[in-house]
């Protein structure tokens, strides 16, 4: 029987999200595998992971708000805004005080307008604009709204010519820390990079359930596992949604794609069977509670 269910990994520096995949396929013994946000090369720390039916959760993953600890360089700017890329300009931010660098972080705190980086996974015309980039081409990327609810400042590091800032940020699905590096550095008039990431959780929006640093898990680890999957279907639904409970034929109507009466929860919800296994994601629209994903085979419904 093919495993279902969310992987929480703690990515290692030096792999893409893809790379991830395909050693976990290879682990799950399945292609049905698929991953909940990239995190760069360079970036460590929490990856989702869904195998089987679970991929079908890893939209909502995706659509997370996020938690990351970052350390940013004053003083340099670099043409990928992270330190993979090549040092562009150089102006010495010795003079830079804290009192200063808090008030540049306040200004990209809430809900502000952000330019991606130009090494982006952004798609323009069709193909991702760090494949443009590589290629020579210049681009140019349309600013978009995020939300950052916590911009801290954690340490300071002073070398000659830099400033190092160990800092935490919680955002919004769609923020790019590397941006808040470069723009940090522009409104400081010295420049800046982002020389490190670590995502620490994914959490349902407006919430505080989801997935930790705490919880995540070495592929090497896993290698050691019979049973690849750390979170079975039903137990990460009921971690990542709201829950609502079914009898056994709304479970079946649920399950052949059918709506319910809807209740009032807000937002996405987890439908669960008398059996405690989750049929369905729905949303409540025009009086009715309406699978978007059922989760639950028809068949294997009461």
Known sequence: MEPTGLIVVDKPAGMTSHDVVSRIRRLAHTRRV????TLDPMATGVLVIGVGRATRLLTYVIGSDKVYTATIRLGQS????????????????????????????AVLTGEISQVPSAVSAIKVNGRRAYARVRAGEEVELSARRVRVDRFDLLAVRREPGVVDLDVEVACSSGTYVRALARDLGTGLGVGGHL????????????????FTLAEAVTLDDLA????PVTLPLSLAAARFFPRREA????????????SLEAVGIPGPYA??????EVVAIVAEREGRARPEVVLQPSGSVA
Do not use: W
């Not at 698929?34 to 946000?37: A, D, I, N, P, V």
């Not at 439908?271 to 405690?276: E, H, K, M, R, Y």
């Open 34 to 37: 698929g991953h909940g946000g």
């Open 78 to 105: 670099t043409v990928t805004d992270d330190a993979e890329g090549e040092v562009v300009a150089s102006t010495p931010a010795d003079a830079v005080d804290e009192a200063a660098v808090r008030s540049g972080m």
């Open 195 to 210: 020389t490190a990431l670590r995502r620490t959780v994914i959490a349902a929006a407006g919430t505080a359930a989801g």
């Open 224 to 227: 050691e596992r019979p049973e």
């Open 247 to 258: 009898g056994a034929e709304q479970a079946r109507v649920l399950g052949h794609g059918g």
């Open 271 to 276: 439908v669960f069977g008398p059996d405690d």
